[in-house]
């Protein structure tokens, strides 16, 4: 594969930065917490048993020090530019990682895993951080947090923090779309869409009963352009796959109609969909207005 250009992270962080903004307008951040897949692990998969890691070069050559750290990508990811966007460190720690402590945790910690789902087969694959084990960790973390800062203060935090979820393409394109005798003999693929909104509807239920008051749910990205489809799309010249960048749209209503529902419904609940479908979309048809002649999306793809 010779596409080597890599996705102006900055920009499309402004993008989503703006889009959080809306929800915690004048209101502080004292932590950012993040849940989700390789789209936001900072280096959790280092610490556990899979194939799954990132921890070795290219990976990280534009990181501090050309150091791969567990990140999917060549430097830093959307949530460490969030969080320095909101005056905190450039960089969100791993939770799992053993070089930092409660600390560092106290003004943002990241539970994601690469190559997890909302679905437990699909962490299953690789054997990864299954999304309930995330918010046991987080639970933990809670504990952690009240001894450190004492109860009045850390319930600040917890309720004042922005919680960024991002997880979700694993579940199709590493489990539904890959094992015929899986999810995909059970569910017809709306069946399974569903399914997986109602796990993001738990978990954000339940995180919100924690304590948790600013969440931003992300949406799929163009699944169907991702480096390993389009190169496996022998028929249609290494095009991205149609198909499933329809399934990633549709997912994305039914997200967007859930969060409408839960910030009904939960009192005091801001809750915000993040869309990074239309900008990366964008990103990958019209290379040239962002300045790039192509854009790699290889860092997704778990
Ligand atoms: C993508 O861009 C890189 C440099 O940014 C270039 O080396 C490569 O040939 C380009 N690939 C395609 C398919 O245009
Ligand atoms: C996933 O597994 C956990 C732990 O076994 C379980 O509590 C949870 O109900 C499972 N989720 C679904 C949607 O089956
Ligand atoms: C969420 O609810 C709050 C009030 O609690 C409201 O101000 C806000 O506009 C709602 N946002 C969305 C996306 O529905």
Do not use: H
């Amino acid at each position: 594969m010779e596409e080597k250009a890599i996705i102006n992270w900055l920009f499309l962080t402004n993008l989503l930065v703006l889009q959080i903004l809306k929800v915690v307008v004048c209101a502080n951040v004292p932590a950012i917490i993040v849940f989700g897949d390789s789209s936001v692990d900072s280096g959790n998969n280092n610490q556990i048993s899979t194939i799954l890691k990132s921890n070795f070069e290219p990976y990280g050559r534009d990181f501090y020090g050309g150091k791969p750290t567990g990140r999917f990508s060549n430097g830093r990811i959307p949530t460490d530019f969030i969080s320095e966007a909101f005056g905190l460190k450039p960089t969100i720690p791993a939770y799992l990682d053993p070089t930092y402590g409660i600390n560092d945790y106290a003004t943002g910690v990241c539970f994601a895993s690469a190559g997890t789902g909302y679905d437990n087969a699909t962490s299953d694959v690789l054997s990864v951080i299954p999304f309930w084990m995330e918010l046991e960790y987080y639970k933990q973390y809670q504990n952690e947090l009240r001894e450190y800062l004492g109860i009045e203060q850390a319930n600040w935090v917890i309720s004042e923090a922005l919680y960024l979820l991002s997880i979700g393409t694993n579940d199709f394109l590493e489990n539904y779309y890959i094992n015929p005798f899986g999810r995909s003999s059970e569910f017809s693929i709306e069946e399974y869409q569903n399914f997986l909104v109602g796990i993001a509807r738990d978990f954000i239920t339940e995180l919100y009963y924690l304590g948790a008051r600013k969440i931003s749910l992300g949406g799929l990205p163009p699944m169907g352009c991702l480096p390993l489809e389009r190169t496996t799309n022998i028929f249609w010249g290494s095009q991205c796959i149609e198909e499933y960048n329809n399934v990633a749209l549709q997912f994305n209503w039914k997200l967007q109609a859930l969060v409408a529902n839960l910030n009904m419904t939960l009192v005091g609940l801001r809750l915000v969909y993040s869309d990074p479908y239309e900008i990366l979309y964008e990103m990958i048809q019209n290379p040239f207005a962002f300045g790039k002649s192509n854009f790699s999306l290889f860092y997704w793809l778990f």
